[in-house]
Nanobody
Framework: QVQLVESGGGLVQAGGSLRLSCAAS????????MGWFRQAPGKERESVAA????????YYADSVKGRFTISRDNAKNAVYLQMNSLKPEDTAVYYC???????????WGQGTQVTVSS
């Protein structure tokens, strides 16, 4: 079993920055890829960024390109999301997810709240 724990959320003013962390624990951790998702009140969950665990290739939603950066630390079984130039529309609960032995995301964290004030 894999457990994912996010941290780093909080309240920040527009234009500010936050860094989210996601630590994986449990059995030997070797995902295919990991990603960050977010869900704002009344909206569907959306993909924000993803990274291929072995080679480090990345993907970003158009809404965050140039502002967010996903990275990983294989030795620490951790993935990060550096969020710069935050906007009020970035306000959401952010979730970390991992795909292990499958192409779909099958492990999820509990989420961390990010609130950007205008």
């Amino acid at each position: 079993q894999v457990q994912l724990v996010e941290s780093g959320g909080g309240l920040v003013q527009a234009g500010g920055s936050l860094r989210l962390s996601c630590a994986a624990s449990g059995r030997t951790f070797s995902p295919n890829h990991m990603g960050w998702f977010r869900q704002a009140p009344g909206k569907e969950r959306e993909s924000v960024a993803a990274i291929v665990w072995t080679v480090g290739s990345t993907y970003y939603a158009d809404s965050v390109k140039g502002r967010f950066t996903i990275s990983r630390d294989n030795a620490k079984n951790a993935v990060y999301l550096q969020m710069n130039s935050l906007k009020p529309e970035d306000t959401a609960v952010y979730y970390c997810a991992a795909s292990v032995a499958t192409i779909k995301y099958n492990y999820w964290g509990q989420g961390t709240q990010v609130t950007v004030s205008s």
